[in-house]
């Protein structure tokens, strides 16, 4: 679903879809399928950028 047709919604929907587009995003720069990136997403295997020192 495209963001503009979820305009006028409010609270935790859009901020969950939102947090899952861009996690997909991320995914998708790390040439991952979207579903492996929905899978690692539910299933607590996240991916976080490397710390700096």
Known sequence: MPLSAMKGHRGPCLGCW???????STA?????????GLRDLFTGKLWLPPLTA
């Open 28 to 36: 998708h720069k790390r040439k991952l399928r979207p579903l492996t």
């Open 18 to 24: 939102l947090l899952v587009r861009s996690y997909l």
